[in-house]
């Protein structure tokens, strides 16, 4: 819609709202048949405006008349007709939403009825961006030119040294900065609040509400790499243009098979926690825990998993218990200064952290949680004649594992030398972890477990080598990271994985490296880890001249059935692959430590604005994770890799076949921002019903969710339909 078009609409934006609601099953007078065919659990009709039928809206249909807050949206198709379908019974609130409009007044409706609404045009084109995604609102922040780096420190430019490129810049602007906690450029972050106080200017404002709340301590720390002073001021700078009437540019609405989609959220958890992550099945095998809850996973917030039975619209929570009473909090328990949500109250006080979740074949969710205190056990240090800890001993880990059997209601407590963060489970049972502190990769094997009752035993690590020597094997002696490379030794590398994965095709276990400009790290654990593995590097294709798009700072990471890696490079704004098959040169000797591969290498700008000046291929899109829906959970087609939308409101599914994203928006509430996702298959012949993908609103800041404080965290499920009215 144009930006003429909104404002000509505007004088109109007066209209009425005209409301035909006839019971399921009977026809107006003069009508042959209805406009759209309901059934007595659905909601139909259509939506026109002062301009006529209004194509790619949404409908939204929300209630309170369930024991958890429930809504289900939908689009409308090329001739603004819509369907709500299998609403359960309960009386909804129902209006429009769309770009270009504003809201409609909302309308009480039940199921079975045919339900005729009226669009509003938006009167202004500030009133009209009041809906576009968070992303677009952040992509009006004024980046420094390319020309001010590299830094010359608070006494020149007042960007640090290190910060050597205005790539590195972007990158801390949200792969490394605030958009890891939280949207940026919502309601809450692009405006001052009043709440805040009076201050003599923007900058002041800024500096007082980056020490507000808990994580206040952390806000602050995230300007580091952009250089405080000229970051406030940047910052300052975009919140003054926005309160004089800047708007981004407005976004699409959905178009073909993106009006297809069916958004369901329920509210779980509470108003003062986040849910980092949760989880609906096993990834191997998609029919685990058919129909069954949705476990979240509420890390430093709160010491309970939260559970969301869709079936019920039930919300409940569970207590996780710990090994060690006296293990200390988690998380900061002190404001530098009051929030302007919560004052002085301490929201957060887990002890448990529990961090990401996996499902097994049994349906038992396997933790990343915390057991005891820091110090390890014996086994794990110095001395120990542990395998693992002869190689590499660790004296102190901050989170281990837990593993709640929903048959029982029993959680079982693991303890692990080493920290976990995310985790996966190989073909074989054994969970492979992701470590981002850390500079190894752990495992733990679970039917050794089962059959020895042994932790000990169950458990390795192993430390990342790398065949520098291109001898085909792993040596006992190794270069460190910080040494040269010696063509005639392998060398260490210092590469935490952030996500981890096992290739279904050869067995090998791929990390990401969330690092500038960061690298997809493959380790094959060898006949007798950890003696025997061994480690490939292939660094992001930035500043290689031989890369054919550059981008940086992999995050999330997983493979399809193919063993094709997907990563989403959340500096530069882009979903990519990674084909092993496709390296022409070595995979091993002194060459082979990163840059030796760009023609493995694929990227696709993720959908929205990039920020202006920066003229590299990507967007202003702040991607957390990524995921690949091998088992067509979706029904939009085995393999379909997905990036998450953190400041767009939304799933990104790549068509490979034409590099078309196909955006799967969350229009209402505004400020749905996730960090990990999966799909499930309740069905298998039950069709687009028996099928769908789910993920947690995953915001450290619930209360920037639209609606503001009181906000609690929501399970989202998308599913797609054959077409915008099927039923």
Not at 199 to 211: C, H, I, K, N
Request: hydrophobic share 35%.
């Amino acid at each position: 819609m144009t930006r003429r078009r909104m404002l000509l609409g505007g004088a109109l934006a007066l209209c009425s709202l005209s409301v035909a609601l006839i019971p399921a099953g009977t026809l107006s007078a003069g009508q042959a048949t209805p406009i759209v065919a309901v059934d007595a659990d659905d909601i139909g009709g259509r939506v026109t405006s002062v301009q006529g039928p209004e194509v790619g809206v949404w409908v939204i249909a929300e209630t309170t008349g369930l024991p958890t807050r429930f809504s289900r949206i939908v689009s409308t198709d090329d001739e603004g007709r819509y369907l709500l379908p299998d609403l359960p019974k309960a009386s909804y609130s129902v209006w429009v939403r769309g770009y270009g409009l504003v809201d409609s007044p909302k309308v009480t409706a039940t199921p079975g009825s045919q339900l005729d609404l009226t669009a509003i045009i938006a009167p202004t084109p500030q009133a009209a961006a009041q809906y576009y995604p968070a992303n677009y609102w952040y992509s009006l922040v004024d980046v420094p030119p390319a020309g001010e780096f590299p830094g010359t420190g608070e006494s020149g430019n007042g960007i640090p040294e290190s910060t050597r490129t205005q790539s590195q810049y972007v990158n801390s602007l949200k792969a490394s900065g605030c958009s890891v906690c939280h949207q940026m450029g919502n309601k809450a972050t692009r405006e001052i609040p009043a709440a805040l106080g009076r201050f003599e200017s923007s900058v002041d404002a800024w500096t007082r509400r980056l020490v507000a709340g808990q994580a206040g301590g952390n806000m602050g720390g995230m300007l580091g790499p952009m250089g405080r002073s000229r970051a406030l001021r940047m910052y300052a700078d975009w919140t003054d243009r926005i309160a004089a009437g800047a708007v981004p540019p407005a976004p699409p609405r959905p178009q073909g098979i993106e009006r297809h989609l069916v958004v369901t959220n329920w509210d779980y958890a509470e108003p003062h926690v986040y849910v980092h992550d949760a989880i609906s099945t096993d990834k191997r095998q998609p029919t685990v825990n058919a129909n069954g809850p949705i476990y979240g996973a509420p890390e430093v917030s709160a010491d309970k998993l939260y559970v969301l039975d869709p079936v019920r619209h039930v919300a409940s929570e569970i207590p996780i218990p710990l090994r060690d009473p006296e293990t200390p909090h988690a998380s900061r328990q002190t404001s530098q200064q009051p929030s302007v949500y919560w004052g002085d109250e301490v929201i957060w006080s887990g002890r448990t952290n529990p961090h990401s979740s996996m499902f097994d074949r049994q349906g038992r969710l396997w933790t990343a949680a915390t057991i005891r205190g820091p110090e390890t056990a014996a086994f794990c240090r110095e001395g120990s004649d542990h395998p693992s800890a002869k190689l590499w001993p660790i004296e102190r880990s901050g989170r281990q594992l837990n593993m709640y059997d929903p048959k029982t209601g029993q959680f079982t407590l693991i303890d692990t030398c080493f920290m976990t963060h995310h985790l996966q489970f190989a073909e074989n049972d054994v969970i492979w972890f992701s470590m981002v502190a850390g500079d190894m990769v752990g495992w733990f094997d679970v039917k050794v477990y089962e059959e020895t009752k042994d932790e000990r035993r169950a458990q390795g690590w192993t430390a990342l080598v790398v065949d520098t020597n291109g001898n085909g094997r792993r040596d006992e002696g190794y270069v460190e990271p910080n040494d040269p490379v010696d063509p005639a030794r392998d060398t260490r590398f210092r590469a935490g994985f952030y996500s981890v994965i096992e290739s279904p095709v050869d067995q090998s276990i791929w990390g990401s490296m969330n690092a500038f400009p960061g690298a997809v790290v493959r380790l094959v654990p060898g006949a007798k880890p950890p003696a025997t593995a061994l480690t490939e590097i292939f660094e992001a294709p930035f500043g290689n001249p031989r890369a054919a798009v550059q981008g940086y700072t992999p995050r999330g990471l997983d493979i399809d059935r193919n063993g094709v890696v997907w990563t989403n490079l959340s500096g530069s704004g882009h979903l990519a692959s990674f084909d092993r098959r496709k390296c022409t040169g070595r995979l091993n000797g002194p060459e082979a430590v990163g840059q030796h591969c760009p023609e493995g290498w694929t990227l696709y700008a993720l959908p929205g604005p990039q920020f202006a000046g920066v003229t590299e291929h990507g967007s202003a899109e702040a991607s957390y994770l990524n995921w690949v829906d091998q088992w067509d959970t979706s029904g939009m087609g085995a393999n379909t890799p997905f990036a998450i939308g953190n400041g767009s409101d939304s799933l990104h599914a790549l068509d490979v076949r034409t590099g078309a994203f196909i955006v799967l928006r969350v229009p209402y509430p505004m400020g749905f921002y996730a960090k990990g996702m999966d799909g499930r298959i309740d069905d298998p012949d039950g069709g687009w019903k028996g099928r769908g993908l789910w993920a947690s609103s995953g915001t450290r800041a619930p209360w920037h969710i639209e609606g503001g404080k009181g906000q609690r965290p929501k399970i989202t499920k998308f599913q797609m339909r054959p077409n915008p009215l099927a039923r």
